[in-house]
């Protein structure tokens, strides 16, 4: 296997969605992740999907499965789910039978979401949803993290032409590795990579947001965060550490029975992360030291050289006499010393800004 690591020089391009652009220098894209928060219900689907629209995201995310499409009605303990999980004894095929949206719903949901503004994609989880998915047109696919090793899944997903955004949860670089490389070898122009942690929810200390870095070096694409903590501080801090996208669930009501619930933001709590995302943007500004437009008025408040003891015509400038106060009216303050013992050449109030042309001799010391 070739792997997918590029020169350090080589830029990394954004790539385009629905007529976006996605990636460094864009504005971050945020995703709406409707997963099972949907009740079983489709008005509560649309509702959803609005409330998504009016808490400032860009994108809605669907998920295209059924029970047998996905796993096996088996009561086996493989198919069961262990201790400790959120869903904890349920089997798999159970879990799914109620977590999956029927698939008829998907064009209306997607017409709404066009019609708000949204882009509207989803998660294929065999070849019969990506041929689904393809005939509506959406404008991307998503490798949810499970399915980041059906390398057969991600090839037939690339072969669509579309734009690939990949989940890593659970995966080792090698697998990255081979997932990338199944979808370039099969077509894929626009690929995303999304940084994630496959835990319900994600405790914190297991994300390492560092590696959004290493990411992006690697495979020269953009790189985001499919956050499953809860709260938004670590969908903040992402973008902070170069996220260009970041994919979070999203419920109107936590109360709302769902199997996704428990880590998915509530509507009011989503606007608040968007919020957020959009100032952090705004305060990485650019690679750069130097004054800002709204800094000049402060600049005249900086230190400089003042007389702060009346000296008379003829009398040396000392410490005593001449201290470094602000504001920032007389000399730079890298004088000081240059000036000690230097004449007043004419009387000099306490307060008066110090300027080469009080002192006798009148000139700056050559350095």
Same mark, same amino acid.
């Given at each position: 296997?070739?792997?997918? @690591?590029?020169?350090?020089?080589?830029?990394? &391009?954004?790539?385009?969605?629905?007529? !976006?652009?996605?990636?460094?220098?864009?504005?971050?894209?945020?995703?709406?992740?409707?997963?099972?928060?949907?009740?079983?219900?489709?008005?509560?689907?649309?509702?959803?999907?609005?409330?998504?629209?009016?808490?400032?995201?860009?994108?809605?995310?669907?998920?295209?499965?059924?029970?047998?499409?996905?796993?096996?009605?088996?009561?086996?303990p493989?198919?069961?789910?262990?201790?400790g999980?959120?869903?904890?004894?349920?089997t798999?095929?159970?879990?799914?039978?109620?977590?999956? #949206?029927?698939?008829?719903?998907?064009?209306g949901?997607?017409?709404?979401?066009?019609?708000?503004?949204l882009?509207c994609?989803?998660?294929?989880?065999d070849?019969?949803?990506?041929e689904?998915?393809?005939?509506?047109?959406?404008?991307?696919?998503?490798?949810?993290?499970?399915?980041?090793?059906d390398?057969?899944?991600?090839?037939?997903?690339?072969?669509?032409?579309?734009?690939?955004?990949? @989940?890593?949860?659970?995966?080792t670089?090698?697998?990255?590795?081979?997932?990338?490389?199944?979808?370039?070898?099969?077509?894929?122009?626009?690929?995303?990579?999304?940084?994630?942690?496959?835990?319900?929810?994600?405790?914190?200390?297991?994300?390492?947001?560092?590696?959004?870095?290493l990411?992006?070096?690697?495979?020269?694409?953009?790189?985001?965060?499919?956050?499953?903590?809860?709260?938004?501080?670590?969908a903040?801090?992402?973008?902070? #550490?170069?996220?260009?996208?970041?994919?979070?669930?999203?419920?109107?009501?936590?109360?709302?029975? @769902?199997?996704?619930?428990?880590?998915?933001?509530?509507?009011?709590?989503?606007?608040? #992360?968007?919020?957020?995302?959009r100032?952090?943007?705004?305060?990485l500004g650019?690679?750069?030291?130097?004054?800002?437009?709204?800094e000049?008025?402060? !600049?005249r408040? &900086?230190?400089s050289?003042?007389?702060?003891?009346?000296?008379?015509?003829?009398?040396?400038?000392?410490?005593?006499?001449?201290?470094?106060?602000?504001?920032?009216?007389?000399?730079?303050? !890298?004088?000081?010393?240059?000036?000690?013992?230097?004449?007043?050449?004419?009387?000099?109030?306490?307060?008066?800004?110090?300027?080469?042309?009080?002192?006798?001799?009148?000139?700056?010391?050559?350095?």
């Amino acid at each position: 296997m070739t792997s997918p @690591s590029h020169d350090v020089a080589e830029a990394t &391009r954004p790539i385009v969605i629905g007529g !976006r652009e996605v990636g460094p220098g864009r504005p971050v894209y945020v995703i709406a992740e409707l997963s099972a928060n949907h009740r079983q219900s489709q008005e509560h689907a649309l509702e959803l999907v609005r409330a998504a629209a009016a808490a400032g995201a860009d994108a809605v995310k669907l998920q295209t499965y059924t029970p047998d499409t996905i796993t096996l009605d088996s009561d086996a303990p493989p198919f069961r789910h262990g201790e400790g999980s959120l869903w904890s004894g349920q089997t798999l095929h159970d879990l799914y039978r109620e977590a999956y #949206m029927p698939w008829e719903w998907q064009p209306g949901i997607i017409e709404l979401a066009n019609e708000l503004g949204l882009h509207c994609f989803s998660s294929p989880f065999d070849p019969t949803a990506v041929e689904f998915l393809d005939k509506l047109d959406v404008p991307a696919l998503k490798i949810a993290s499970f399915e980041l090793v059906d390398l057969p899944l991600i090839r037939a997903a690339a072969a669509t032409g579309r734009p690939l955004i990949i @989940s890593t949860g659970m995966a080792t670089l090698e697998e990255v590795d081979e997932s990338v490389d199944a979808a370039r070898g099969a077509g894929a122009g626009d690929i995303a990579i999304l940084k994630c942690t496959s835990a319900y929810p994600a405790p914190p200390d297991q994300l390492h947001l560092r590696a959004i870095g290493l990411l992006e070096r690697r495979y020269r694409v953009p790189i985001g965060l499919s956050d499953h903590t809860r709260g938004i501080v670590a969908a903040v801090a992402a973008v902070a #550490m170069g996220a260009t996208i970041v994919e979070k669930h999203f419920t109107i009501s936590r109360a709302d029975p @769902s199997p996704d619930s428990a880590f998915s933001l509530e509507s009011d709590e989503f606007a608040a #992360m968007v919020q957020g995302i959009r100032t952090a943007e705004a305060a990485l500004g650019e690679e750069r030291v130097a004054p800002t437009a709204d800094e000049t008025e402060s !600049r005249r408040f &900086r230190r400089s050289l003042f007389v702060v003891a009346d000296v008379g015509a003829g009398e040396p400038l000392t410490h005593e006499n001449v201290r470094s106060v602000r504001p920032a009216a007389g000399l730079h303050t !890298r004088y000081l010393e240059a000036v000690m013992g230097r004449r007043a050449s004419r009387d000099l109030p306490r307060g008066t800004p110090l300027a080469w042309d009080v002192m006798e001799g009148g000139e700056e010391p050559v350095p």
